[in-house]
């Protein structure tokens, strides 16, 4: 793609590893794996069933959520990959594809 890219790079300020950063703009990329997404909800009765559409809609968890807004509050621009969207059998034309329209969402929230 052309930029100067660090992987698993460390920020300082939150101590937070970013799976990716570009840091002509400032922009980090996180991969998010299954594990930072909710499956079910422990503090709900076993007797209860979990909403599928809840499952669907990938929600992410507590921790990931706080890491978002950290960095984004040390002035990150921040886009999030989720494991959904990046097949491990894709081409790699796929993913640089959706790698650049994750860096212009990202770009234009500024």
């Known amino acids: 793609m052309g930029y100067e890219v660090h992987d698993e790079h460390l920020e300082a300020r939150t101590g937070y590893s970013l799976d990716c950063w570009l840091p002509h703009a400032n922009t980090a990329v996180e991969f998010d794996g299954p594990s930072h ?3 079910s909800c422990p503090v709900l009765p076993l007797s209860f069933s979990f909403p599928s559409s ?5 929600l992410p968890l507590g921790s990931t959520r706080l890491k ?3 960095l ?4 990150y621009r921040l886009t ?5 969207e990046w097949p491990q059998d894709a081409s790699v034309q ?3 594809e959706l790698l650049a329209r994750a860096l212009e969402e990202a770009k234009a929230e500024g």
């Open 37 to 39: 997404f909710c499956a």
């Open 54 to 58: 809840a499952r669907e809609s990938h």
């Open 68 to 70: 978002r807004r950290l």
């Open 72 to 75: 984004k509050a040390a002035g």
């Open 80 to 84: 999030s990959i989720g494991y959904w």
């Open 94 to 96: 796929y993913k640089q």
